[in-house]
Every structure is written in C-alpha cells, then in structure tokens.
C-alpha cells in the first residue's frame, strides 16, 4: 500500500511564525503536491515537483515555499504565518502522469 | 478564475436512488479527468478517471459521462448506499506533470 505521511494531523501557530509542514512517501513516486483545502474552494494547487530539487508553482503559491531535496520527501514552508492561512493541507504524490495521485491524511493548521 | 465548476455543492439521495454530479470545465487542452471521494477526516482517494477519447467508463455502480464538444463530465453513482456518503471531487489536469486542477466538492449525503 502507497503510504503518504504528513508529520502533523493539527498544527496551531502564531501570526508571523515561520512554519514548516513536512511530507513523506514510501512508493518512490516521482512527482508530489502540496493542496490546501477550504470549504467552498475545494482543493487548491500551491506548488508540486516533479523531482528533486525541482518545483513548479501551482495556482496559490503566494506565502508559500517548498523545498525537496530527497526523493521521498516534499516540505510546504510558510514564511510567516498569516490567519488567512489558517487552512486544511494535503499532500499528495503520483507516481508518474495520468495516474493516481495519493494523499496523505492532512494537516489542519491553526494560525492565531 | 475557477477552471472546473462542479455542481450541486451538496446532495441528499434516498438509498438505492441515482447520485448525479456534473463537471465543466474551460481548458481544452485537459487531458485527464479523475474523480476522488473524501470521506471525513481523510484525505482523497481516486474514485474513477477517464480520458477524452472515451466518452464513458463504468466501474460497479460508478460511472463517468464525458462530453468532450460541451465541456462537461458527470458521475452518476446507481443504487446510491449511505456508505457511499461522502464528498465528492471531479478535476481535470494536463499531460506533462499532472497539474491537476479540482472542482469545489458535492457533499453527498444517502439516507436510508
């Protein structure tokens, strides 16, 4: 079974903290993602990669960074934490294209 | 600007009823239409996917419709069951990297 592990399932932060979400996989995919989750706006893209050392941003990366730098591993860093970050975080990882994309339990963040 | 609009935001089914969730999207150049189900307090997981070469793919009592000249996909759960409860994704993305765009979510509610 395709294993996806966020370190953390509630996270509470405060305002200007800077935050790191950590992310591992166990499958050796290739390409991972990290999404935030409101209710009404779905799943929204804030970067993937596609390998390491290598990002792309999604549709929301604004206040975000990332970092990979071993395979199994995707970091989501909030540079300073703001309460309109305050959000559910999913990480997820697909082995290659046009396959399914696994996603770890979520972490939901807390910022006060 | 919201690329795949998904509707209703939520839906009540009587057990054994049809469950009906449509999907448009704008970008032709989609390639890759998954659907994923996410029951609380979990992450998404992949429900049923279809290319654009298709214009329908059944698996059990799921089964997504797509219209490629309208721009619309559908999934229609038959003999909906209360353990079938749960939100529901459609999402589109493009070939290369799988950058995957979601809709907003239908939360699906069968009631006995």
């Known amino acids: 079974d395709v294993k996806v592990t966020q370190s953390s399932r509630y996270l509470v932060k405060r305002t200007g903290e800077k935050v790191f979400l950590e992310c591992v996989q166990d499958m050796d995919h290739e390409n991972m993602f990290w999404y935030r989750q409101d209710p009404g706006l779905g799943l929204r893209l804030i970067y993937f990669s596609y390998d390491v050392k290598m990002k792309e941003k999604g549709d929301i990366p604004e206040g975000y960074s990332v970092s990979r730098e071993k395979k199994e591993r995707f970091s989501l860093i909030l540079e300073s934490a703001s309460t309109n970050q305050t959000s559910m975080y999913l990480c997820?990882?697909?082995?290659?294209?046009?396959?399914?994309?696994?996603f770890g339990q979520g972490t939901r963040l807390t910022v006060v | 600007q919201q690329q795949v609009k998904q509707s209703p935001q939520s839906l009540i089914v009587q057990k054994g009823g049809i469950s009906i969730i449509n999907c448009a999207y704008e970008n032709t150049a989609f390639d890759y239409f998954p659907w994923y189900q996410q029951f609380p307090g979990k992450g998404p997981a992949l429900l049923i996917a279809?290319?654009?070469?298709?214009s329908e793919k059944k698996e059990g009592r799921f089964t997504i419709s797509f219209n490629k000249s309208a721009k619309q996909f559908s999934l229609h759960i038959m003999d909906s069951q209360p353990g079938d409860s749960a939100t529901y994704f459609c999402?589109?993305?493009?070939?290369?990297?799988?950058?995957?765009?979601f809709g907003t979510g239908t939360k699906l509610q069968v009631i006995p």
């Open positions: 999402a589109a993305s493009l070939g290369g990297y799988q950058k995957v765009t």
């Open positions: 997820a990882s697909s082995l290659a294209v046009y396959t399914e994309a696994f």
């Open positions: 279809i290319r654009p070469d298709v």
